[in-house]
C-alpha cells in the first residue's frame, strides 16, 4: 500500500468523525507480516509466511465506545466502517451508567521504529533452514532415546499509523525476532522435555541478529544431555525448602502472579477471562506490601529490545518507566486513558494495546522487570543449605484472583551444603503470590540479569494475543513449598 494512500486514509476517517460531531476518535491502521519456520525429527514440519491489512475505528460517542474494523480501504468502506463505529456507539449510549472520559494526552506527530541490525524477512530461508536442519540434527544425535527433536524460528512486522481527533499522527514498525530449540526423551518408562533459551522461545525486538545472538547450535548438545540426564535423575524431593528460580521460569511468575494482578481493568472487574480478576484491589495503591525489599518491579516500554517497547501504545500515549513496586511495597496499576482516574492519576500508563487492526485495544502488560539485585549466582548457590534450582516452564496454573499459585518445571538441581548434588526430575512448587515473593531474599546481579520475551500473552474476549518482556535474575526464596509432579 502507498503511503500517500494510508495518510489519506488516516485523513478522511476523521474528517468524518469531526463531521459528526463525535466526542473522540482514532483510528489504525496494521499491516502485520508473520514468519516461522519450523524443522523436526529432521523435516521442515511447518512453515507459516502470512500478511495481512486493515484497520480499527474507535470512536467515543453520546459518552460510549464504538468500534468497527475492516480490511477494505477504499473510500467507501472506510465512510461505511466510520458509520458502523459512530452506530455502536450511539448504540451502547443509550445504555450507560458513566460517560468514557479519557485522561489528557498531548497531541504527537512522530514516528517510532525498532532499531535491527539484519531485517529477517530479507535473510534467505536456505540461511535460515540450514540454521534449523543443523542444529535439530545435534539434538536428535542418532539417539533412539530422543523422540522428538525441534527447532524454530519465528519473525514478525507490524507496521501501524495512528491518528486521532485530537491531532496525533504516528507512525511506527515494530520488528520482533525469536526461536527455540528442545527434545523429547523417553527410556520406554517415561518422557521427559527440555527447551532451550525458553520453553515457549525466546524473542526480543531486533532482526535476524537476535536470533544469532541466541546461539541455538551452540547450546544443542547441552540441551540434549540435561534431557537425558533426567531419565535417571530422582525424582525432586518435597517439603518447605529454599528455591532458587532461574531465567524464564522467573519471567513467568512475575507475569502471572504480579503483571496481570496488577492491570487495572482486572482490578476493577471489566475483564475476567483467562483468570482474568484480581486481589490487588484498591485499598492496596500506595500501601501494600506484595513481597520483601528485595522486591523491585519496574514497567518500562521504552527499554531497548523489549517485546511491549513502543513510541505510543494504541490510546496514542508515550510511555514512561515506572515502579510499580518498589522495595516490596505496591505502587501503582498498569491502566489507559480510560481507566487512569479511577486511581486519581491525570495521565495514562500507556498500557493500551489491540492484536492487530481488528480488535479493540485492551490494557496490557508493558515490559515489566525484576530489578538486577547485589549477589552472583554462585553466592546464592553458596548461601543455600537445602533447596533446588529451576529452570525451563512445563506446566502452571493460578487462580482467577492472581493470588494461589503452582508452577512445574522442566529440570531442578538439589543443593546440599552450598554445592549442587545433581539433578532432580520434575520440581513443581506452589504459593500465596504476597506470602511467595515476601520469601525473597536474593536476587543475582547485572550480570545474570535478562530480558525474556513472552511472545503469546492471552487476554480478552474475544481472546487476543499480545507480547511482552520481563527482565529477571536468578532469585533466591526462603522456605517455598516443593514437591514432585509429573506432568
Ligand atoms: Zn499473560
Redesign the pocket.
Known amino acids: 500500500m502507498k503511503k500517500q494512500n494510508i495518510l489519506d486514509s488516516l485523513d478522511l476517517a476523521m474528517k468524518i468523525c469531526n463531521q459528526a460531531g463525535v466526542d473522540y476518535a482514532d483510528i489504525r491502521i496494521v499491516e502485520m507480516s508473520d514468519e516461522v519456520l519450523k524443522v523436526r525429527n529432521g523435516l521442515l514440519s511447518e512453515i507459516v509466511n502470512s500478511k495481512n491489512l486493515g484497520y480499527g475505528i474507535r470512536v467515543i460517542a453520546g459518552g460510549a465506545w464504538g468500534f468497527a474494523s475492516s480490511a477494505n480501504l477504499h473510500s467507501q468502506e472506510i465512510t461505511n466502517t466510520v458509520r458502523r463505529a459512530i452506530q455502536i456507539a450511539n448504540a451502547s449510549a443509550m445504555k450507560i451508567n458513566k460517560r468514557v472520559k479519557l485522561a489528557a494526552e498531548p497531541i504527537w506527530i512522530d514516528r517510532w521504529a525498532t532499531p535491527y541490525i539484519i531485517d529477517p524477512f530479507k535473510v534467505s530461508y536456505d540461511e535460515k533452514l540450514q540454521l534449523l536442519y543443523s542444529t535439530e540434527e545435534i539434538l536428535r544425535n542418532n539417539d533412539p532415546r530422543v523422540k522428538s527433536a525441534w527447532a524454530y524460528l519465528s519473525i514478525a512486522k507490524e507496521h501501524q499509523w495512528f491518528a486521532s481527533s485530537e491531532g496525533s499522527r504516528i507512525e511506527q514498525e515494530i520488528v520482533r525476532s525469536g526461536a527455540e530449540i528442545g527434545v523429547s526423551v523417553s527410556d520406554g518408562n517415561e518422557i521427559q522435555r527440555r527447551t532451550f533459551p525458553a520453553s515457549s522461545g525466546q524473542y526480543l525486538q531486533g532482526g535476524y541478529e537476535v536470533i544469532l545472538g541466541l546461539k541455538l547450535k551452540e547450546n544443542a548438545a547441552k540441551t540434549r544431555d540435561e534431557a537425558l540426564s533426567l531419565l535417571t535423575a530422582p525424582p525432586c524431593p518435597s517439603g518447605e525448602r529454599e528455591l532458587i528460580i532461574l531465567g524464564s521460569q522467573l519471567a513467568l511468575q512475575i507475569?502471572e502472579s504480579i503483571g496481570?494482578a496488577t492491570e487495572l481493568d482486572r482490578v476493577l472487574g471489566l475483564e475476567a477471562n483467562y483468570a482474568g480478576r484480581s486481589f490487588v484491589d484498591l485499598e492496596k495503591k500506595g500501601r501494600f506490601q506484595y513481597g520483601s525489599r528485595y522486591l523491585n518491579i519496574i514497567a518500562d516500554s521504552t527499554m531497548p529490545q523489549g517485546l511491549a517497547t513502543y513510541g505510543y501504545d494504541d490510546d496514542g500515549v508515550r510511555p514512561e518507566r515506572y515502579h510499580v513496586i518498589k522495595e516490596g511495597v505496591f505502587q501503582t496499576y498498569l491502566t489507559n486513558r480510560e481507566l487512569a482516574h479511577n486511581i486519581g492519576e491525570t495521565r495514562s500508563r500507556g498500557c493500551n494495546r489491540a492484536e492487530g487492526w481488528q480488535n479493540i485495544p485492551i490494557i496490557r502488560m508493558p515490559n515489566l522487570s525484576l530489578a538486577a539485585g547485589d549477589a552472583t549466582l554462585a553466592e546464592l548457590i553458596a548461601d543455600t543449605k537445602d533447596g533446588i534450582m529451576v529452570d525451563g516452564i512445563k506446566c502452571w496454573s493460578i487462580d482467577q484472583y492472581r493470588y494461589n499459585f503452582q508452577f512445574g518445571m522442566e529440570i531442578g538441581w538439589h543443593i546440599q551444603n552450598g554445592k549442587i548434588v545433581g539433578p532432580v526430575k520434575d520440581p513443581c512448587y506452589q504459593g500465596i503470590t504476597p506470602e511467595f515473593w515476601g520469601r525473597l531474599v536474593g536476587v543475582a546481579d547485572e550480570e545474570h540479569w535478562h530480558l525474556w520475551g513472552?511472545p503469546n500473552?492471552?487476554?480478552g474476549q474475544p481472546g487476543q494475543r499480545a507480547e511482552m518482556s520481563h527482565g529477571t535474575a536468578p532469585s533466591k526464596f526462603s522456605k517455598v513449598s516443593i514437591g514432585y509432579k509429573q506432568a
Open positions: 507475569h496481570h513472552v500473552c492471552g487476554k
